[in-house]
């Protein structure tokens, strides 16, 4: 077979409709899994929590018997005409719900460290196609309210990224030496003060490269979002490929774009290693 | 009124009794050394002073606050205690310079301009001013340690605590650490010094503590212990570190 520029030439404006949506939803997604990796990281790293058998069986009891309260508590007199529950009702369980955190706020931090291992836990041990698919699909089901294709890609690439980084964050924190948290403690610095000033500044340096492979790896997995039929890159190369036919030409483009885009990435944080003091 | 009261004070690390029931008042304008042998509890006899150990039963009263305070009261009693670590511990990211800024800023709310004043002043009477623009992985163990101290310094503290300063540097390097923590002793400043230097402890202590299986076992005026040891264990330990 002769390989046909000109399929490419033909293709590229869908192509590069197909590459915009790829960015628009890796740098969103990525940018959420950052900050929702760093809290995670740091809850994890900070408040120590072993995922045991007790420990499950005591947050999963204290989430049915909040349940279980919240129904107990006779909302009939919020309810709409149609039996919904109102606006009032909702602020109203709301308002329990913190007062009930103020109450046990011992409690709160191992809650969160609980929860934040879960969450790891589960993301990680899930293809992310899974992930999107129950996003999409299932989740509308349970509970009622349909998302759009893409918002189901950005959020999915956030809950996943978010949770290899909160691993990348906490192994970089780990790795700072104690002494510097304790030279900081013997100060009389309060913890945050430590956390911002002392040990990020050092942590941050070790996560660069974790962090650029998950640049890297959020980027390609983007693809997997042809699953929903969000029109980013893969997906419009099938699309263009289901009418003329040209695999050959279209993938090998297909494959160009996506190792000029993580070819980018890789060089931005070569840079950025570049220019920081190794230390 | 003592600056450091211990009042029975036990810390046990699980079943590992390491300070058994320790009572005993350091004076403003002390210079108590620690020695002891090596798992003996100097090290945290030291650390439960500023709340980095956690003591069991008793109390510690540092400048008239509590270690079982609020964390608030506990950060203000640490800024009273300065602290230098046998590892140094300086910040990396930081500059010799920034690093004794550091505390003046984030824990005395002093300006730039003012903490600026206050670290060129502690550098030089360290002997650094000439590198102070100098990250800490560009100068010696014993250059190190001498910034650590101006940086402990820099919070104006009342009293100094020393953890084994000169065990991590080379024999060549420890006497200008010496130096400097014998012009602070002499300018009145309170110092409680955990180390192996029986020479320092001769010379500038004005107090010993030899503490064996987590109790005081000694206490008293360093040249007289030294020179005559009331118990074999202190003699077999003197003729170990000497």
């Known amino acids: 077979m002769t390989f046909e520029w000109s399929a490419i030439w033909d293709a590229l404006p869908s192509l590069m409709d197909g590459t915009k949506m790829t960015i628009y939803i890796t740098s969103l997604g990525l940018l959420g899994g950052a900050i929702l ?42 309810q709409d005409d149609q039996g919904n529950i109102s606006t009032w ?16 706020r011992r409690y709160v931090g191992v809650a969160l460290s609980f929860i934040a291992q879960l969450y790891i ?25 349909r998302i759009d294709g893409e918002s189901a890609a950005i959020f999915t690439l956030v809950i996943n990224s978010g949770a290899y ?11 700072v030496p104690k002494g510097l948290q304790e030279a900081g403690q013997a100060m009389g610095l309060p913890f945050y003060k430590i956390l911002i000033f002392i040990i990020a500044p050092v942590a941050w340096r070790r996560m660069i490269p974790a962090m650029g492979n998950q640049c890297i790896i959020s980027l ?28 050959v030409e279209i993938w090998a483009a297909v494959a160009v774009i996506y190792l000029i885009l993580t070819g980018f990435i890789a060089l931005v944080l070569k840079l950025i290693e570049h220019r920081m003091r190794v230390i | ?56 039963e008793g109390d510690i009263v540092v400048g008239g606050l509590s270690v079982k305070g609020t964390p608030a009261q506990v950060r203000e009693l640490r800024r009273e205690a300065g602290m ?66 101006a940086r402990a310094l820099a919070i104006k503290p009342k009293l100094m605590l020393f953890d084994e300063p000169t ?29 192996h230097e029986m020479d320092f402890a001769r010379r500038v202590g004005s107090r010993l503590l030899f503490i064996d299986e987590g109790k005081i076992a000694h206490d008293g005026v360093p040249e007289e212990l030294i020179s005559n040891p009331p118990s074999q264990r202190l003699q077999n330990f003197l003729q170990h570190v000497t």
Not at chain 2, 27 to 50: A, D, H, Q, Y
């Open chain 1, 37 to 78: 990796g760093f809290i995670t990281g740091v809850i994890t790293t900070y408040i120590r929590v072993p995922v045991t058998w007790r420990n499950s069986a005591l947050a999963i009891g204290a989430v049915v018997l909040f349940i279980a309260a919240l129904n107990w508590i006779d909302f009939g007199f919020l």
């Open chain 1, 89 to 104: 009702s909702k602020l109203l369980a709301l308002i329990l719900l913190i007062a009930a955190a103020v109450a046990l």
């Open chain 1, 121 to 145: 836990l589960i993301i990680r041990g899930t293809p992310i196609v899974v992930q999107v698919m129950f996003i999409y699909f299932a989740l509308p089901m349970l509970v009622g309210w």
């Open chain 1, 165 to 175: 980084i909160a691993e990348i964050v906490r192994g970089a924190l780990q790795s």
């Open chain 1, 220 to 247: 390609k997995d983007s693809s997997l979002f042809i699953v929903i039929g969000v029109a980013e890159l893969t997906r419009q190369g099938q699309e263009i490929i289901a009418s003329n036919f040209r695999s």
């Open chain 2, 1 to 56: 009124m003592s600056i450091v009261e211990f009042h029975h004070v036990t810390k046990r690390f699980g079943q590992n009794v390491v300070l058994d029931d320790i009572s005993l008042g350091i004076e403003p304008g002390e210079v108590v050394v620690v020695v002891g042998p090596s798992g003996s509890g100097k090290s945290t006899f030291l650390r439960c002073i500023n709340v980095l150990e956690t003591i069991q």
């Open chain 2, 84 to 149: 230098v670590f046998q590892q140094f511990n300086l910040f990396p990211q930081l500059t010799a310079l920034q690093n004794v800024m550091f505390g003046p800023v984030h824990t005395r709310n002093a300006s730039k301009k003012e903490a600026h004043t206050i670290a060129v002043d502690l550098l030089e009477k360290v002997g650094l001013a000439e590198r102070m623009h100098h990250f800490p992985n560009e100068l010696s163990g014993g250059q190190q340690q001498r910034v650590a101290i």
């Open chain 2, 167 to 195: 065990s991590a540097l080379d024999p060549e390097l420890r006497f200008e650490v010496l130096k400097v923590m014998q012009d602070l002793a002499h300018s009145g400043m309170t110092m409680v010094v955990v180390t």
